[in-house]
C-alpha cells in the first residue's frame, strides 16, 4: 500500500504538471470547460508553451526529480548537492522532458546564477516577496522524510532557502510537508491540512515571525476564493480548496480551471490526491501519455526503493 502512495504522490506530481503545461497563464475564463482539459488542448486553444509536445511536465516536476535524484544519492537532504541538480537541469536540461526547459522561474535562476558564481547555498536564495518556485518540488520530501514533524518543518524552509528564503515561501513548504506527511498516512486531505496547522502552532511560538506569517498571512483555517496566482501563499491555499474535490481527475482539472499559474496548481493539488489515493486513482491514458523517460521511470523507481528501505 505505502508503494502505490508514494508512486501517487510522485507520479501525480507529473501529471498534475503536465495537465496544466498546455493552459498556463490563462485567464480563468479563458481555459476550457472541465471535461475537455486534457494534455492536448481543444481545437481553438493554443498552448501555454510553444513547441511543448503533449504530456511534458515543467519546471515544478524536474525540480522535484531534481530533489528525489539527491535524496537517492546522499540518503540527507544535501542543500549544496540540490543546488547543483538543479543547476544541471537549468544549465543541460537535466530532469526536464527531451532536456528542453521552457519554463524557468527568475528567482531560481538567479539563486542559481548566484551559486554558479561560488556563493554558498544557505545565501543564494533571495528573501523574495514570497513567490511560488520552491514549493511544487518538496513533495517528494516529505513522502520520503523519516524524522519526526520538527525535523521535516525544518529540512522543508531548508530546501527552500537554497532559492526563495523569504519567510512566507519558508512557511508554506513547511505546511505543504505536513500536509503531504498527513494525507500518505491516512488522514483526510482536508484533516490533514488542519493538522499541518495545528502541528505548526505548537512549533513555533505566537511571537515568531514564522508564526505571525501563519496565522496574519496563510490563515489556514480562512474560506479563500482560490486563483492560480504564483504567489505562494495563494498556491497553498488554493489547492486546499480543490484537493478534496473528488476524483484524481476532477482535482486536477479543477485545479487548471483556476488560470494562471495552472501547471503548479494541479502539481501540488495531483500530489495530494495521488499521495491520499494511489497511483492507480490517476486516469491510464494519462499515466501513458506522460512523456517519461527511461530515466525518469528509472529514478522513480530508486526514489520508491529509498523511501520504504
Not at 81 to 91: F, I, M, P
Not at 128 to 140: E, F, H, I, T, W
Not at 141 to 160: I, K, N, T
Not at 214 to 234: A, F, K, N, Q, Y
Request: aromatic content about 8%.
Amino acid at each position: 500500500m505505502k508503494n502505490t502512495k508514494i508512486r501517487g504522490g510522485v507520479i501525480g506530481l507529473l501529471v498534475g504538471d503536465a495537465l496544466g503545461v498546455p493552459y498556463a497563464f490563462r485567464q480563468p475564463s479563458k481555459i476550457p470547460p472541465m471535461s475537455e482539459i486534457e494534455y492536448r488542448p481543444p481545437l481553438g486553444v493554443h498552448p501555454g508553451f510553444d513547441q511543448v509536445e503533449p504530456g511534458s511536465w515543467s519546471e515544478g516536476g524536474a525540480h522535484a526529480l531534481a530533489l528525489m535524484a539527491s535524496l537517492v544519492c546522499r540518503s540527507v537532504l544535501d542543500p549544496d548537492d540540490l543546488l547543483e541538480r538543479l543547476h544541471d537541469w537549468y544549465a543541460r536540461g537535466t530532469y526536464a522532458v527531451d532536456r528542453c526547459v521552457f519554463d524557468a522561474e527568475g528567482q531560481t535562476v538567479a539563486a542559481l546564477s548566484s551559486f554558479a558564481r561560488g556563493t554558498p547555498s544557505n545565501k543564494c536564495g533571495a528573501d523574495d516577496r514570497g513567490s511560488n518556485g520552491s514549493l511544487v518540488r518538496m513533495v517528494p520530501l516529505a513522502l520520503w522524510h523519516r524524522g519526526d514533524d520538527a525535523e521535516l518543518v525544518y529540512d522543508a524552509m531548508l530546501q527552500s532557502r537554497v532559492t526563495h528564503a523569504h519567510t512566507r515561501s519558508q512557511v508554506c513548504c513547511a505546511l505543504l510537508g505536513l500536509w503531504v506527511r498527513y494525507v500518505f498516512q491516512g488522514q483526510g486531505i482536508q484533516d490533514s491540512w488542519f493538522a499541518a496547522a495545528r502541528t505548526f502552532r505548537v512549533l513555533y511560538a505566537d511571537t515568531t515571525e514564522e508564526r505571525q506569517t501563519l496565522e496574519h498571512r496563510v490563515r489556514p483555517e480562512e474560506m479563500v476564493v482560490p486563483r492560480g496566482s504564483g504567489s505562494v501563499i495563494d498556491s497553498l491555499r488554493s489547492v486546499t480548496v480543490v484537493a478534496d474535490a473528488g476524483s484524481y481527475e476532477d482535482v486536477v482539472r479543477q485545479a487548471v480551471s483556476l488560470g494562471g499559474n495552472t501547471h503548479a496548481s494541479a502539481a501540488m493539488a495531483g500530489a495530494i490526491s495521488g499521495a491520499y489515493k494511489g497511483e492507480e486513482a490517476i486516469p491510464q491514458r494519462w499515466r501513458d501519455d506522460l512523456r517519461m523517460a527511461p530515466e525518469h521511470a528509472r529514478l522513480v523507481d530508486e526514489f520508491v526503493a529509498a523511501c520504504l528501505s
